[in-house]
């Protein structure tokens, strides 16, 4: 069966220093991988998408994505974490449309100053 | 503005009682998703729904039901039935005039306790 694991359920980092928060899918067909964000007690938003286009996604707010195929990895990077990045970020990934996307348990993102 | 609303966005329910979530949206999607959030765990998707009059199952359905009689509105019961509904519900639409999955658009989400 399809999965996404998120490999970190906690990333904490210093403002202005590099985000990374990593994904991975288990392999089968091409799938379509997604990041969201979730600030607390809130709906999700989208921060980008891969759809079998570029390998490197970008998104809003200044977060990108690297898809490796060899690697079964979709990794989300930002160069310089600001405070209003602290949030829940979700990996989420579908091989075949809406109804059979697999969401990932998850990474809160702190943020010191 | 075009979104989604849920409410209420707070509920406590007693053991035993139906509970009813609205969820209404204006950006004329077709379809329509409840989604329940658990702490540490992923989003689990409980029904969908693609055109009016027509809902599926999702992973985990038992204990709840849908409606959509109305392309905008797509209601969730959570019933006695579920044995623990204390979670957090989100809402989402999308459109299905592509291939393959595309973004979703999530309500702010209804928070469920039961006492």
């Known amino acids: 069966a399809q999965s996404v694991t998120q490999l970190d359920s906690h990333v904490s980092v210093s403002e202005g220093t590099p985000v990374l928060l990593r994904c991975n899918y288990s392999s089968s067909y091409s799938p379509s991988l997604f990041w969201y964000v979730q600030h607390p007690n809130k709906g999700l938003q989208l921060l980008l998408k891969?759809?079998?286009?570029?390998?490197l996604v970008k998104g809003i707010n200044g977060f990108e994505a690297e898809f490796k195929k060899s690697e079964t990895s979709f990794h989300l990077t930002k160069p310089s974490a600001h405070m209003s990045d602290a949030a829940e970020y979700f990996c989420v990934v579908s091989y075949y449309n809406n109804n059979d996307m697999r969401f990932g348990a998850g990474t809160r993102l702190t943020v010191k100053p | 503005d075009g979104g989604i609303t849920q409410s209420p966005k707070y509920l406590f329910r007693k053991e035993g009682q139906n509970v009813t979530l609205s969820c209404e949206q204006n950006?004329?999607?077709?379809?329509m998703y409840w989604y329940r959030q658990d702490p540490g765990q992923g989003l689990r998707l409980i029904y969908y729904?693609?055109?009016?009059?027509?809902?599926q199952k999702g992973d985990i359905a038992e204990g709840y039901s849908v409606s959509r009689e109305k392309k905008e509105s797509f209601p969730l019961t959570v019933t006695s039935a579920q044995k623990n509904p204390t979670a957090f519900y989100l809402c989402?639409?999308?459109?299905?005039?592509?291939?393959?999955?595309?973004?979703?658009?999530f309500g702010e989400g209804s928070r469920l306790t039961v006492l």
């Open positions: 729904s693609q055109i009016v009059n027509d809902f």
């Open positions: 950006l004329n999607h077709d379809a």
């Open positions: 989402a639409s999308s459109t299905m005039d592509r291939v393959g999955a595309g973004e979703l658009f």
């Open positions: 891969y759809t079998s286009a570029a390998t």
